[in-house]
């Protein structure tokens, strides 16, 4: 009897002191969700580009009219349609043949707050949000 015991208490012994398996914990991924940008639509800007001034509104149904600026006032420049593709602020104007070009700009800006857009080529204009103008031409 008394093996019995010994091989009882030994089984035991080994059962408690065994090592179990750990389970490893699966790593965990903090991701940001993706930042919704805000649309142009219903928003006016000014910028420069090659020494000249320009204003841009972009009114609620997507249509832009860009114009310079001059020393007796504005004269108008361009106009097209603006559209948001995958986060993007699109042109494509009506005015020429150079096709649609994509800017991307910081998710949200403030009336007055000046940016860097920066197009799909590369290039970066810095632009300012304007109280919202109707241009015409």
């Given at each position: 009897?008394?093996?019995?015991l010994v091989i009882?208490?030994?089984?035991?012994?080994?059962?408690?002191?065994?090592?179990?398996?750990?389970?490893?914990?699966?790593?965990?991924?903090?991701?940001?969700?993706?930042?919704?940008?805000?649309?142009?639509?219903?928003?006016?800007?000014?910028?420069?580009?090659?020494?000249?001034?320009?204003?841009?509104?972009?009114?609620?149904?997507?249509?832009?009219?860009?114009?310079?600026?001059?020393?007796?006032?504005?004269?108008?420049?361009?106009?097209?349609?603006?559209?948001?593709?995958?986060?993007?602020?699109?042109?494509?104007?009506?005015?020429?043949?150079?096709?649609?070009?994509?800017?991307?700009?910081?998710?949200?800006?403030?009336?007055?707050?000046?940016?860097?857009?920066?197009?799909?080529?590369?290039?970066?204009?810095?632009?300012?949000?304007?109280e919202y103008r109707?241009?015409?031409?």
């Open positions: 009897m008394k093996k019995i009882a208490g030994a089984a035991m012994l080994s059962a408690c002191g065994s090592p179990e398996a750990e389970q490893a914990e699966a790593p965990v991924t903090e991701t940001e969700a993706p930042v919704e940008v805000m649309p142009l639509l219903d928003t006016s800007w000014s910028f420069a580009m090659d020494g000249t001034d320009y204003f841009e509104s972009i009114d609620a149904e997507g249509n832009y009219l860009t114009n310079v600026m001059t020393d007796d006032g504005e004269e108008h420049f361009d106009h097209g349609l603006y559209e948001m593709i995958d986060g993007k602020h699109c042109f494509t104007s009506q005015m020429n043949e150079d096709g649609q070009m994509c800017w991307t700009t910081p998710a949200e800006i403030a009336t007055g707050d000046t940016v860097d857009a920066v197009s799909d080529s590369g290039d970066t204009l810095a632009i300012t949000r304007q109707k241009l015409e031409h």
